[in-house]
């Protein structure tokens, strides 16, 4: 049975593939956001650290 | 197995865009074969004539109203008050009749005399026709014989501030809606030509819109609810922009727990709210000849205000689209059945 996490960003229930890894970034569906998987056993996700730019300040 | 036999059905007042959506719907639906489309000012010319885009794929003709025949099912795509003006003869002609004007959408008598200026030449059938916007009236469509069609710009509005609604939370809708030029049907008009209306973002009905009626309806006199729409420089499409002010504060994701429960199970309603790349909320253009209606919001912290957005294909979702849906469900079928396009990216 496919394991589910709840994206802390719009409570979409997300669905991880049996092959999921700690650490590994997913998108939530509905939302769009990235995701990181903190833990598998209790599956449990955050939002990722988003990319930042250098804009040369 | 037995092959399923396809309804029979007709349409009334094919050559306006309405009519020609409905052609171009029914004629690729499963459970159904289109037995007449009629038009007086085109009767004897190919349907293609008319709608170019049916080229090669049939060679009905238009036939004249006053040799409409017995059918199964009869969409009814008359300017507004002619369908009630020749209802019983219709009824006698069709066990189904969708008429997709106004002339049964309100319940109420009186709401015509307020929105119309006419006194209804039917009134005893109001209360028979069903208001053919599935998501609203699934039951009540269910084994129905005669539906409604939907205003373009209600459905709009209907279908983003009805989880608000429902759940008591509404305390007053700001609904302002931009509209495309086939709104406005396929007789040219002086506001319609091509200088007058080329580039255009038009007030067209800042207060006083007819279709407000149909959104008081369904879902009740609450909220104060203000509706103004503007006509812009598109063919196809609504954009209704719905500012919501509430009883109390809510979060980004309570309005996404409320719009999931409301619609995650609707065949034709997505939501549309990403955090992610450059669609990240709902947009007409990407659902022209679709049947979907797609809904997004977005939560302002500083206020409080709950900022819906619905858009749609008039013609389609807004029309002929939910016709269709309506018909399916009255009769049992699937209800995307015939309408499960997708629309186009890049459009």
Same mark, same amino acid.
């Given at each position: ?57 | 197995?037995?092959? /399923? ?79 009630a003006?020749?209802i019983e003869?219709y009824a006698?002609?069709?066990?189904y009749l969708i008429d997709?004007?106004?002339d049964f959408r309100?319940r ?14 039917a009134k005893d059938w109001l209360a028979r026709f069903v208001y ?8 009540a469509l269910?084994?129905a014989h005669y539906a409604s ?33 086939? /709104? ?9 030509? =091509? ?83 450059? =669609? ?68």
């Amino acid at each position: 049975m496919p394991q589910t996490a709840a994206c802390p960003e719009c409570d979409a229930q997300i669905t991880l593939r049996d092959d999921t890894l700690e650490g590994e970034i997913v998108q939530c569906p509905d939302c769009g956001v990235e995701l990181e998987v903190l833990s598998l056993d209790p599956p449990e996700l955050d939002l990722a650290p988003a990319e930042e730019e250098d804009w040369g300040e | 197995m037995a092959t /399923e036999e396809r309804r029979k059905v007709s349409i009334v007042g094919g050559s306006g865009y309405v009519g020609g959506e409905l052609l171009r719907l029914l004629l690729f639906h499963p459970h159904v074969e289109v037995k007449q489309v009629t038009s007086a000012s085109q009767a004897g010319r190919y349907v293609h004539t008319v709608h170019p885009n049916l080229r090669g794929v049939t060679t009905l003709q238009f036939t004249h109203p006053d040799v409409l025949s017995e059918t199964d099912i009869l969409f009814l795509a008359l300017p507004h008050g002619q369908a009630a003006r020749s209802i019983e003869r219709y009824a006698a002609l069709a066990r189904y009749l969708i008429d997709c004007s106004a002339d049964f959408r309100l319940r109420d008598p009186a709401a015509y005399v307020r929105w119309y200026e006419m006194e209804h030449p039917a009134k005893d059938w109001l209360a028979r026709f069903v208001y053919g916007l599935p998501e609203r009236y699934r039951a009540a469509l269910n084994g129905a014989h005669y539906a409604s069609g939907v205003g373009c710009n209600a459905t709009a509005a209907i279908l983003g501030l009805a989880p608000l609604a429902d759940a008591g939370l509404l305390r007053e809708a700001v609904v302002d809606i931009k509209v495309g030029s086939s /709104e406005a049907g396929a007789q040219p008009s002086a506001s319609s030509h =091509h200088p007058e209306r080329s580039g255009v973002i038009r007030p067209f009905k800042p207060t006083g819109h007819r279709h407000q009626a149909e959104v008081i309806q369904a879902l009740g006199n609450g909220f104060p609810l203000h509706f103004s729409v503007t006509s812009v420089d598109v063919v196809r499409g609504v954009l209704a922009t719905c500012h919501c002010l509430l009883h109390r504060a809510v979060s980004e994701k309570e309005v996404w727990q409320l719009y999931r429960a409301a619609y995650q199970h609707e065949p034709f309603i997505r939501l549309v709210r990403s955090n992610i790349g450059i =669609h990240r909320f709902p947009e007409p253009k990407l659902l022209a000849g679709s049947n979907f209606c797609d809904i997004g919001f977005e939560v302002d912290p500083d206020t409080g205000r709950v900022v819906v957005l619905a858009a749609l294909d008039n013609l389609m979702k807004g029309a002929a689209g939910s016709a269709v849906q309506s018909m399916n469900v009255m009769l049992g079928w699937e209800e995307t059945a015939g309408l499960t396009f997708p629309g186009l990216h890049p459009i």
